[in-house]
């Protein structure tokens, strides 16, 4: 067990929304109906809000490096709220209730469970930036989905694996640029480990918004062989 899952069981039991009692449950059960794109249609390959789950018009002209992503809600109000205190703020007991979501995503009847995945691997942050952070809420959130899956009692949860993505240089964090500029701030920041090959990955972040940190570590897993990609992120921008 990961320091952040005991971290995370000294905490109380609360809803990661409201902060109301929810048991084991990442939410409580008003916040679980609630929740903003929980129930959206979306592009089965961007997660982007689309009328039917399959490509949007995007991914069929352009399609991604990634084979699909899954995403547990929308990036909006309350939910973008606790991503950003976990992500800027420190709080990083709310990792295991945001990992929980995307569990619970994985597990829905229209989710990902069906897929094979051999591993999940976070999104990994430079050197000097997790240093100054203190953490990576990729991996906390990783972390987080997989003892969820424990909890309720999945067979075979993926391993992480956060050893086989690494920012080879730092680059300009993506939230200060604008998103013409994102592609080509990332571009070739991700290196993948050769074990990777053969493997079915999935790749964990907090946000996808443009896609490019996502199309970026895609392209590095799978130019050192990686079958299959998958994104999971908590949430989804617009």
Same mark, same amino acid.
């Given at each position: ?88 703020? #420190? ?19 229209? #989710? ?42 999945? $067979? ?32 070739? #920041?991700?290196?993948?480990? $050769? ?6 990955? #999935? ?16 392209? $590095? ?18």
């Amino acid at each position: 067990m990961s320091w952040a899952e005991v971290w995370g069981r000294l905490l109380p039991r609360s809803c990661l929304l409201c902060e109301s009692a929810s048991g084991s449950e990442p939410l409580c059960p008003a916040c679980a109906d609630f929740l903003p794109g929980a129930r959206r249609h979306r592009c089965r390959s961007c997660a982007r809000p689309w009328h039917v789950s399959h490509r949007c018009a995007s991914c069929r002209a352009l399609p991604p490096a990634f084979d699909a992503t899954f995403a547990a809600a929308d990036y909006v109000a309350p939910l973008d709220r606790a991503v950003t205190a976990l992500k800027f703020s #420190g709080r990083i007991g709310l990792a295991s209730g945001l990992g929980g979501l995307l569990a619970d995503r994985w597990r829905a009847p229209d #989710g990902a469970e069906w897929l094979r995945l051999d591993c999940l691997v976070p999104v990994p942050l430079a050197a000097g930036r997790q240093a100054e952070r203190g953490f990576n809420q990729a991996q906390l959130i990783a972390a987080g989905m997989l003892a969820r899956l424990r909890s309720v009692g999945h $067979a075979c949860p993926p391993a992480l694996r956060p050893d086989l993505l690494a920012r080879h240089r730092d680059t300009r964090p993506q939230s200060l640029l604008p998103s013409q500029e994102r592609l080509a701030n990332l571009d070739h #920041g991700f290196l993948a480990a $050769a074990a990777a090959a053969g493997l079915h990955i #999935g790749v964990v972040d907090d946000v996808m918004t443009t896609g490019s940190t996502l199309q970026a570590a895609a392209q $590095a897993l799978k130019a050192a062989g990686a079958l299959r990609v998958v994104n999971l992120v908590v949430a989804r921008t617009a």
